[in-house]
C-alpha cells in the first residue's frame, strides 16, 4: 500500500479528499502545519508521496519543500502542491523548489486528485530522469462543460449532486459564522489580527469545499478573497473603509451564489473579458497584469472613445475606469455605456485616487458604479472584479446586505 503525507492546516478539507484516497488504496497520514510535516519526514521511512499546501502555519509550504529536497532521504520524494488559484508568486518559488506539480484546490475534484497522484507516482522518482528545465506554470484541468447533472472529475452523477445536496444544506450555518466573523472583524480592523486571521481560515475552508461539489463562482471568489485576506494579515496597516467594503461585498456575493446555486450543475468560472480604462499607459498595463496573472482576460483603452468603441464590438463582463478622465466626466460615460446594447447592468469598477473622490465624480451604487480607493492591492481588484460579475448574475441580493461593517 501506497503511503502519502497530506501536509495541510484546513482539516475539514483535507478529511474530504482523504476519504477519497483511502477509497482508492491509498495510506494517508496528515500534517497539520509545516513544522509538524517536517517532523514526520525526519521521523521514519517517508512516505511514497507528499501533498503539501503553500500557506502553512509556522512554516511555509515552499520552505518544507525546500528542506525535503536538501534531504538525501527525501530528495527524490514526489511532491504534489495542492494549494489555492491565488498565490501565483508561491507556486513559482514552489516550482524552483523542486515541486512535480502544482494542483489548485478550487478545480480538483477528489477524483482527479486521486488520478493524478497515481499518474505522478508512475513516474520515474526525479534522481532517475534526466535534469530538465521546468515551466513555471501551475497544471490545469481540461475544462468542459459538465453533462447531464456531472461536474468533471466527479465520481458519478448521483453521488456529485448528493455531495452537492449536502454541502448546499449546509450553507446558511457557514455563511452565517462567515458574516459573524466578518462583523467582529469589522467592529475593531485596526486591532482585529486574530479576527481577521479566523475569518481568512473560514473563507478559505468554504473555497474548498465549494471547489469539490463543482460550484466554481463561490471556490473562485472564496480562493481570490482568500488570498486578499492573508495579504491583508501580512500588511495590517493596508486594512481600512476600501478593504473592508471589498470583503463584505464578497461575502455578500457568495451568499447570492449559494442562494441560487444549482443542485445537479456545476456554474462557470471566471469572466471571459473586462475592459480597463486609464489614461496613464503604465497604470493601464499593470491592472491587465496583474488581472490576467488570476486568469481574468483584461483589455486596455487610453481614452473613453477608444473604450466605447471597443464596448460596441466586443462582449466585456465588466469595466474598471480610472475617475479622473480629461476628456469626459465619468457619469456622462457611463450613461453612453449604458445606452449600449447588452451593457444596461455591467459594473463599472470606479478607481478613485482618495477615499470618497467616488462623490466627487458622481458616484451612484444603483448606476452599477462600485468604488475601490487607491492604493489598492492587486488581489483586491480581482477580488472586486469577481464579487460584482458575479452579483451581476445573481440579482436576488445585493452586496450592501451581507453584513453591516464599521468603517
Not at 171 to 194: I, K, N
Not at 206 to 214: D, E, P, R, T
Not at 313 to 323: E, P, Q, R, T, W
Not at 379 to 396: A, F, G, N, R
Request: aromatic share 4%.
Amino acid at each position: 500500500m501506497k503511503r502519502l503525507l497530506f501536509i495541510d492546516d484546513d482539516r475539514v478539507v483535507v478529511s474530504l479528499y482523504r476519504s477519497k484516497l483511502q477509497a482508492d488504496g491509498f495510506a494517508v497520514d496528515v500534517a497539520v502545519d509545516g513544522e509538524i510535516g517536517i517532523e514526520r519526514l525526519k521521523a521514519g521511512p517517508p512516505p511514497d508521496l507528499v501533498l503539501l499546501d503553500l500557506g502553512l502555519p509556522k512554516i511555509s509550504g515552499v520552505e518544507v519543500l525546500k528542506w525535503v529536497r536538501s534531504n538525501p532521504a527525501t530528495a527524490a520524494l514526489p511532491v504534489i502542491v495542492f494549494s489555492t488559484s491565488y498565490v501565483a508568486e508561491r507556486v513559482q518559488d514552489a516550482w524552483k523548489a523542486g515541486a512535480n506539480r502544482c494542483l489548485t484546490k478550487s478545480s480538483c475534484t477528489p477524483r482527479e486528485l486521486s488520478e493524478i497522484v497515481k499518474a505522478t507516482l508512475a513516474v520515474p522518482a526525479l534522481s532517475d530522469r534526466p535534469s530538465i528545465a521546468k515551466a513555471v506554470v501551475v497544471d490545469t484541468l481540461k475544462e468542459e462543460q459538465p453533462r447531464d447533472g456531472q461536474t468533471i472529475g466527479s465520481m458519478d452523477g448521483s453521488s456529485h449532486i448528493q455531495e452537492r445536496q449536502a454541502f448546499l444544506s449546509k450553507s446558511a450555518a457557514l455563511m452565517g459564522d462567515l458574516r459573524l466573523r466578518l462583523q467582529r472583524f469589522s467592529e475593531r480592523p485596526a486591532g482585529g489580527v486574530r479576527e481577521l486571521a479566523e475569518l481568512s481560515l473560514s473563507v478559505r475552508a468554504l473555497a474548498g469545499k465549494a471547489g469539490i461539489v463543482g460550484l466554481n463562482q463561490v471556490a473562485e471568489l472564496s480562493a481570490a478573497l482568500e488570498a486578499f485576506l492573508r495579504q491583508l494579515q501580512d500588511d495590517p496597516h493596508r486594512i481600512g473603509p476600501s478593504p473592508l467594503r471589498t470583503i463584505a461585498d464578497a461575502v455578500g456575493a457568495i451568499t447570492a451564489l449559494l442562494d441560487l446555486a444549482p443542485v445537479a450543475s456545476g456554474s462557470p468560472g471566471m469572466p471571459s473579458a473586462v475592459l480597463v480604462l486609464d489614461k496613464d499607459k503604465a497604470n493601464r498595463r499593470a491592472i491587465c497584469n496583474s488581472l490576467a496573472s488570476s486568469g481574468v482576460r483584461a483589455i486596455g483603452a487610453g481614452d473613453p472613445s477608444q473604450a466605447l468603441l471597443l464596448l460596441a464590438d466586443n462582449a466585456f463582463d465588466l469595466i474598471v475606469a480610472d475617475a479622473d478622465m480629461p476628456s469626459m466626466r465619468l457619469p456622462d460615460f457611463c450613461t453612453q455605456v449604458r445606452s449600449l446594447a447588452g451593457y444596461r447592468k455591467t459594473p463599472v469598477l470606479l478607481i478613485a485616487s482618495v477615499a470618497g473622490g467616488e462623490d466627487r465624480v458622481g458616484f451612484n451604487p444603483d448606476d452599477g458604479v462600485h468604488p475601490i480607493a487607491v492604493p489598492f492591492l492587486p488581489i483586491e481588484l480581482v477580488v472586486k472584479v469577481l464579487t460584482h460579475v458575479y452579483l451581476k448574475s445573481s440579482p436576488t441580493r445585493t452586496a450592501s446586505e451581507s453584513v453591516k461593517v464599521h468603517e
